[in-house]
């Protein structure tokens, strides 16, 4: 068998003929033969002869130009590497280089070599002796090939120590593990330190080198690469939902959402996997400042305390989803600690800070500051700030996050499991923090009375938070036995809570029925609301003319499955409005409910929520949703009698501070104050975690809460639109007014796949139903992870007793590119 090589040697194009043992002359002999057919520079005759390994005496080839004589000469040895098959001789003849251009062919080349027993080592001569090792080493050593390689095979590696800001040279060859490059560096630079946290990292490739027992022929790293031997654990300003700043080191070379789990374990948060990173968005409206004044805007926030670094001591370890056997960590009252600093942070560096800078509110300080944060003004603003959020599958360092770069902590995903006063304290509080703040920034829409109902529920958390502060400081010292208040919620557990008496039949589902007035925009027809009789059964809303005709044909039939549901009520003027945007073929058909009262529109609004999920009264949250859509018109009532309010109390609140600039342009502030104080006796009463609770609650019951906008373009159409994604659904809305086209449930989701090459995700429903957009102004793989992550997120339950499934997560949110 005789193959054809293309060979170019030290420069010189030409053919090598490889004769293996299939030639009967070679095989009785025991020999391979090496025929190298370069023309002879100036002449064009061919100097084709040749060689016998064994016999080992060299025919004269063409080189560089010139001719060089092999005779009468003995190979001392072969080496391959990268390629080439490097050929020594005694030290008076230059060491040779055959160089391979397709890969294929170096295997067989070198296969055949060590067939005939020739050795591969530059020191030995396969047995014959002629020369000795150390002849054979001093010929090698310190010989450069024109690549700037070595003759042994090594070369030379350039690493950056940042520490100490040193270049360091080492010589290596392609075979040296990672795990073996760093200790020679270690070894190299002579210096007493603790390098267990140090790492390679490769900034044109931009990876880690992690992988200790990988070569770096493996990594493909050559002589051309830079590599910075530097510390994996890296400062960071990390902004929490509360505006404050607070120095952590952070691991830059684990994924992001294995360095948020560290941080939210160390933060005492649980479920780490509703939260991420975010960069800091930046308001086009402003100038560019220097890095002088962004530095002293984000000092005005910074809080005392030590430098914390996630991992390190006995840190409170929080389950993961969820545990029967959790001893409550909090007290459900006030969310204060139930034991000592120790026990709430464990022995963490905000053990010996200040630990109500997580647990209690931080009100704002003043308008000034306020002022000093972007707003957005436009759905595309909102939809900008979205294309800051890390890819979690990736580490910091890959994706060019720099030591002691500001960047936000904030909840990513809608979707809150098992918020628990007893364990969540701090997550609670986190929580309102960002909800505040997305009111007070006008993130998301809410009416006036809902404003200032938003801004007596923050005056009241304000003032309650002085109290439980003082009370904390004063009372630090008590202490609880753990083992007494495991047993006590033991105990509660075993025995069950309250069941209700009115169950009724369990294998009926339960029906509403009454006058409702009923509009569709959209008709002609329909100039007004018009009174129908409608019952509600299942997911299904029939409209009869009158009472009598309900047994027959509807007038109207809607069924709500899908739907999105928007309220428009106010309390003042008595109108409780239901908006139905209900799915069909050609789009959306908006349909308006007018309720008489708010119990009617409680019972209705929470039918109608339910039966956009696919749910039916039946479900065992429908009686808490309709107490929850009760309990929060309750809160926006005006009290009936103005003089019951303390005089003295009107000089401690700053309506600057508790309301968005839109109502303080609309009204003066003696006006806000009093009508924030008059809301104010509507949750008077409420406790501080329950008041917190209650912020929540209204905040997730606003039509515009948990949608995540991005700007894109859908395939087939004309402009840019947004897509809004939220827990349960993915929305196409007007990139204008924000009206929604289209709603696609993810509950009728087949499979989502996104095409990186020209960015595109397509998503495919039920009903033969297949959605594609790109996404114009962020990268394609945010919209995939946002997808992903609320699917992992619809997956946890209370039953499940184990730790978090990350790779799980990478499954579902990970691209491959």
Known sequence: MVLNLPLPFTGNAGMVFLADRAIPEAARAGTALLGCDFPSPGTGQDTSRALDLKAQPLPRVGFSGSAVAWRDVCITGWRSYRKRII?????????????????????????????????????????????????????????????????????????????????????????????????????????????????????????????????????????????????????????????KYVKVKVNFSDRVFKAVSDICKTFNIRHPEELSLLRKPRDPSKKKKKKLDDQCEDDTFELEGPLITPGSGNIYSSPGLYSKTMTPTYDAHDGSPLSPTSAWFGDSALSEGNPGILAVSQPVTSPESLAKMYKPQTLLDKAKINQGWLDSSRSLMEQEVKENEALLLRFKYYSFFDLNPKYDAIRINQLY????????????????????????????????????????????????????????????????????????????????ADYIKVFKPKKLTLKGYKPYWCTFKDTSISCYKSKEESNGTPAHQMNLRGCEVTPDVNISGQKFNIKLLIPVAEGMNEIWLRCDNETQYASWMAACRLASKGKTMADSSYGMEVQNILSFLKMQHLNPDPQLIPEQINTDINPECLVSPRYLKKYKNKQI??????????????????????????????????????????????????????????????????????????????????????????????????????????DCKVVHEFIGGYIFLSTRAKDQNESLDEEMFYKLTSGWV
Not at 87 to 104: A, E, G, I, M, N
Not at 487 to 511: Q, V, Y
Not at 763 to 772: G, K, L, P, T
Request: net charge negative; with cysteine.
């Open 433 to 512: 923090e960002q909800s505040k703040w997305a009111i007070l920034l006008e993130e998301i829409e809410c009416t006036e009375e809902e404003m200032m109902m938003f801004a007596a529920l923050q005056y009241h958390i304000n003032k309650l938070s002085i109290m439980s502060s003082e009370n904390h400081l004063n009372h630090s010292d008590k202490d609880v036995d753990e083992v007494d208040a495991a047993l006590s919620d033991l105990e509660i557990t075993l025995e069950g809570g309250k069941t209700s008496t009115i169950l009724g039949d369990i294998t009926s589902i339960p029906e509403l």
């Open 673 to 778: 104050t009093a009508r924030i104080l008059e809301a104010h006796q509507n949750v008077a009463q409420m406790s501080l975690i329950e008041a917190k609770m209650r912020f929540i609650q209204a905040w997730q019951s606003l039509p515009e809460f948990g949608i995540t906008h991005f700007n894109a373009r859908f395939q087939g159409g004309k402009k840019d639109e947004l897509i809004g994604i939220a827990y349960n659904r993915l929305i196409r809305m007007d990139a204008s007014t924000g009206d929604a086209i289209k709603t696609w449930r993810f509950s009728n989701m087949k499979q989502w796949n996104v095409n990186w090459e020209i960015k595109m995700v397509t998503v495919e429903f039920a009903d033969e139903v297949r959605v594609s957009f790109i996404c114009t102004e962020v």
């Open 87 to 243: 050929f020594f001789f005694p030290p008076f003849v230059p060491v040779q280089t055959l160089l391979f251009k397709d890969s294929s062919h170096f295997p067989i080349f070198t296969q055949i070599m060590r067939m005939e027993g020739t050795s591969s080592s530059p020191s030995l001569n396969g047995g014959t002796g002629y020369y000795a090792k150390e002849a054979g080493a001093m010929a090698l050593d310190g010989i450069r090939m024109p690549d700037g390689c070595y003759a042994d095979g090594t070369w030379e590696l350039s690493v950056h120590v940042t520490d100490l800001g040193r270049d360091v040279t080492l010589r290596v060859t392609g075979e040296i593990h990672i795990g073996g490059v760093m200790l020679r560096l270690v070894e190299k630079l002579d210096v007493k330190k603790d390098w267990s946290d140090h790492a390679l990292w490769w900034e044109k490739k931009k990876t880690w080198l992690l992988k200790t027992h990988w070569t770096l022929d493996k990594y493909g790293i050559q002589a051309d690469a830079k590599l910075q031997f530097t510390p994996q654990h890296k400062l960071l300003r990390l902004q929490l939902p509360n505006m």
